[in-house]
């Protein structure tokens, strides 16, 4: 029952805030994408139509209007009516260039994409080299609604094949670590072969976020298949700070925004994550959505408080590349919760969500930004991990209720009082297989409880 009430408690306050708006709302401006000239039939490249849905609804909403973006689920371009497919993509080598323009009312509102800076990437993705926005990218929007047109039949967005992602040799261009020599004496940019941490800014290669919601409040996002195509990437060698490719390519990316719903959407198959919370976010829920296949980890929360995800999967990620590329980016965990000091993570709760078969943890949250994590609740979610760290939660106040934990818990609290101890309640502790296949690699105990 108190796990019930706690649910009902989250979700109430969650939608109070989304009903309460700060503004009064007395206009809505609808637009279909196909009014921007995107067409769904798996080969127009659509990014144009995105990029200027995000310019429309950016520029041209007022303190006391909504926007709603309508992707339709069907094309009919042919005359035959099909499940509607949107091509993406689009990169740019040093000293191409490309405007998009959009007048509404007279008023022109223009975003301008150019690699013009030699020190910078050998070949970039849309946004600019120092702001990496989104293709449909909202920023000061209070107000907006993006869908498919069909709930039951949700139209797909799909990257196109053979995008570069990773680090790339520019032509003419010599790349040298330790004894290891590479030149590239062709006119396009090539892969570097050089899998080692590579950190020259002048070799990354990226396709940049899908969807980026910056400085908004009271947005929607369901109904939409959103394929990052990363099992069609050109891949070359690594481009790290830390660790593997981090370069921005996730299906959505929110940052500085409160009040935001996520609903029925799949972000799959991307180079980064599946969905990035970021930037002091607030009040944010995801219902029924799947974030699984992609690179770095399926959900990844960096700064955001009053955050709930119900029937949610975070599945198979970190393991899309080939077994030879395998360690390419951490943590390709199920959930990343690990705030960028000093912004914080605090009042998670996950309900009936999947875990599973990830390359790295199922859940993360390591010692170094543990004090700045608090009040995690997983309630009757499904854990599985085969890897001898499959549950690495060192926040303060983690609480697993009724959850199968078919996992090794590697850490389980850094906490130093009872207040903020990590509990388990009614969980069920097991190494049985993946679908009866995936078997554990090792013999260590279920729980390895260190600290405090």
Known sequence: ML????????????????????????????????????????????????????IFFSNFLTNDTTGILIIPSFDTTYNVVIPAIYKVGRQLVYQQHFNDTVIYNGDTAIRIFNHADSNQAAIIGVGDIYNNYGMLQLSNVHGMLIKGSDATHP?????????????????????????????????????????????????????????????????????????????????????????????????????????????????????????????????????????????????????????????????????TIPDSLSSLSNPGSGIDIEPDFPDSCKYGYFYKCTFNNNRGPAITTNQFIAPNVYDMHFDSCTIYAKREIGIFCTGRKYFFEDCAINAPVAWSSVGNNEAEAMVYKGCHFSDSPYNGTEYWEYNKPLILIPGY
């Open 3 to 54: 796990h019930n009430l706690r649910k009902t408690i989250l979700l109430l306050s969650f939608f109070t805030a989304y009903l309460l708006p700060t503004e009064a709302i007395v206009q809505t401006i609808t637009r279909s994408i196909k009014d921007f000239g995107a067409v769904g039939d798996s080969v127009t490249d659509n990014t144009d139509a995105f990029i200027k849905a995000g």
């Open 155 to 319: 139209p797909t967005i799909k990257y196109k094949d053979s995008l570069m992602y990773g680090s790339f040799l520019k032509p003419d261009s010599t790349f040298t670590s330790g004894a290891f020599t590479q030149t590239n004496l062709t006119a396009s940019p090539q892969p570097l072969i050089f899998y080692g941490y590579n950190q020259t800014q002048q070799t990354k290669g990226w396709i940049g976020h899908f969807i980026e919601v910056k400085n908004c409040s009271r947005v929607t996002i369901k109904d939409l298949r959103i394929d990052g195509n990363n099992t069609a990437f050109i891949w070359g060698g690594t481009y790290s700070a830390d660790g593997g490719i981090q370069l921005p390519n996730a299906g959505i990316c929110i940052k500085e925004t409160d009040t935001i719903e996520v609903k029925n959407v799949y972000a799959n198959r991307f180079g980064f994550d599946g969905i990035l919370l970021d930037d002091s976010t607030s009040y944010v829920l995801l219902d029924s959505c799947k974030f699984n296949e992609n690179l770095r980890g399926g959900i990844s929360c960096t700064g955001v408080k009053h955050f709930t995800a119900t029937y949610c999967e975070a599945n198979e990620n970190g393991r």
